[in-house]
């Protein structure tokens, strides 16, 4: 077996490549895994679940979580199938309301309804990164918030986004980190507009009030959509809207959604010009089929030179890579075991690039060898690598993991319903 890594690891020097290098890069880079996977986008703050704002799960592959305990269960196994640095996205419909802490609308949410969330967190070593949650809630009146033309439904949903802010702040102060607060809202119309300045006018109030106090260990984004189910009509915050936005204000960051474009625009390309006005550009992984369909993503293309943009760019440590994907027709764990594996697979195939090389030849116009040795790379033994840095880092290697997947189905999941 070292054999193999070893014949692995000399192909690659042949190529002017370090494996051990990547290696020890991607072991440091995190990701923050989406818990809203976990539960088809569910969360327990409502009773009436339907998910609203435009977006969708479909499916119904049984033992979903339904509460803290079995969704940090069900991610506790994922995790143990999956190596690298790991934070947790966690929505502000995942509070944890207790007799003790019984529950309040997303208006009045505080930190202690999260306090279960950061001890787990610190008891497990994750991150933790935040979204207010602007969907699925009666306050959400036409399918507008934020933008709202009512002052009542307005304001209930920046008070919400100021208690996220603050909740952040607290997490962030008690991992010593900073943590992601991201505000992505659906609001939009099913027709054509009658007025497009009006309810960008109000976005934009909105976030002034929502961002006046300051929140150090707060990272702030805003992400923008193009249009949602039964919202095909105007979005309120568009591409445009944020990033001349985030341009306009320091410290807030255009988070960018690779299902939230025209289909054949290419995502990864937009991180290089950010990168050039941002030293941080927070990014939504997920997999659109013909729509915003947030599949499970792959190491696919798609994830393939998103990755590729990330390393050739430098930017590890400027990008926050978030996953953002959730699909109820497969097993929840399964899918967080395939998703955030295909990113770590991604990166470190981004890695094991002669970078340096092909940029040489850009500069210097060789382009013939640019094309063939980037060719070339394609076939190298890259199986071999990451199967060492799945076993460096104690998780199994791909193989081994359905099976681990399909005894806890067997195991917990199917004894659920
Ligand atoms: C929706 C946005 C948003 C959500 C999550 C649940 O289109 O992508 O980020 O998917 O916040
Ligand atoms: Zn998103």
Not at 41 to 48: A, L, N, P, S, T
Not at 135 to 139: D, L, M, T, Y
């Given at each position: 077996m070292d054999n193999a890594y070893e014949y692995a690891k000399q192909r690659y020097a042949d190529l002017g490549v370090d494996t051990e290098a990547a290696i020890n890069t991607l072991a440091n880079k995190a990701i923050s895994i989406n818990c809203w996977q976990g539960d088809d986008?569910?969360?327990?703050?409502?009773?009436?679940n339907a998910l609203s704002g435009g977006i969708q799960t479909t499916g119904n592959y049984?033992?979903?979580?339904?509460?803290f305990e079995e969704l940090t269960a069900d991610f506790e196994k994922a995790v143990s199938m999956i190596p690298g640095k790991k934070r947790i996205n966690l929505h502000a419909s995942y509070a944890v309301f207790t007799d003790k802490n019984p529950w309040v609308d997303r208006d009045k949410i505080e930190y202690k309804h999260f306090k279960p969330w950061v001890d787990w967190a610190k008891e497990h070593g994750f991150g933790i990164d935040f979204n207010p949650t602007i969907?699925?809630?009666?306050?959400m009146n036409h399918d507008m918030?934020?933008?709202?033309?009512d002052p009542e439904t307005r304001k209930f949903w920046i008070d919400h986004c100021i208690a996220c802010r603050r909740i952040s702040e607290q997490i962030g102060e008690e991992l010593d980190d900073q943590v992601l607060d991201n505000i992505w809202i659906p609001d939009g119309l099913k027709d054509w507009p009658a007025d497009r300045l009006g309810p960008r006018m109000r976005l934009k109030d909105s976030l002034d009030q929502i961002f006046e106090e300051k929140c150090p260990h707060v990272i702030d984004s805003v992400e923008s959509k193009l249009f949602g189910i039964g919202l095909e009509g105007y979005t309120t915050g568009t591409g445009e809207f944020y990033l001349s936005y985030a341009a306009k204000h320091p410290g807030v960051y255009d988070l960018l959604d690779i299902g939230h474009y025209h289909p054949t625009e290419n995502v990864a390309d937009k991180i290089a010009s950010l990168l050039c006005f941002f030293d941080k550009v927070p990014l939504h992984v997920t997999r659109p089929m013909r729509w915003d369909s947030d599949h499970v993503i792959l190491f696919d293309d798609t994830i393939r030179d998103l990755a590729q943009e990330i390393v050739r760019c430098d930017a590890m440590d400027k990008t926050i890579i978030g996953l953002d994907f959730f699909d109820a027709s497969i097993n929840r764990v399964g899918a967080w075991v395939v998703g955030t594996r295909s990113m770590e697979k991604s990166l470190l195939f981004a890695l094991l690039q002669p970078n340096k090389e092909l940029k040489n030849l850009q500069d210097t116009y060789q382009f013939s060898e640019k094309m063939m040795v980037n060719e070339e790379i394609k076939t190298e033994p890259f199986g071999i690598v990451w199967d060492e840095y799945c076993r460096r880092q104690n998780v199994p290697v791909d193989t081994e993991c359905w099976p681990k997947v399909k005894q806890y189905e067997d195991d917990v999941l199917l004894k659920r319903d």
């Open positions: 986008v569910q969360g327990f703050d409502q009773k009436d049984p033992g979903k979580a339904r509460n969907f699925s809630h009666p306050k918030s934020l933008s709202s033309p």
